[in-house]
């Protein structure tokens, strides 16, 4: 009988929760103003080493129909997301705790 995590359910080789947990990953989500009064959410403190930051970020923009890039690590979409992103997050597997809204 294979041992499974008791958080997502896949077997420990598959399961990424003690790694992520390891790391203490801390997302952060701000919003900041640019030019002209334009708003873009930022989703800080990824680790480049676990997360395939560009293709999260073409998921997170498909998921708010809205435009965005990515630049060391840090995702950047065009509007306020911060009320959706979260639960995008907690899809794409993040702690619910670990996710800082500012
Ligand atoms: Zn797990």
């Known amino acids: 009988m294979p041992r499974t995590c ?6 420990e080789e598959l399961c990424m929760c003690q790694t992520i947990a390891k790391e203490e990953q801390r997302i ?3 919003i ?4 002209w009064g334009r708003e873009v959410t ?15 970020t073409t998921r997170l923009k498909n998921k708010c129909a809205c435009g965005g890039t990515n630049k060391e690590g840090v995702i950047e979409l065009q509007g306020d997301h911060r009320y959706k992103i979260k639960d995008l997050l907690v899809a794409e597997g993040y702690d619910p705790s670990n996710i800082d809204i500012q």
């Open 32 to 35: 900041e103003t640019r030019k």
């Open 28 to 30: 952060k989500v701000r």
């Open 42 to 56: 930022l989703i800080m403190g990824l680790n480049p080493k676990e997360v395939n930051i560009n293709a999260l």
């Open 6 to 11: 008791s958080k997502c359910g896949l077997p």
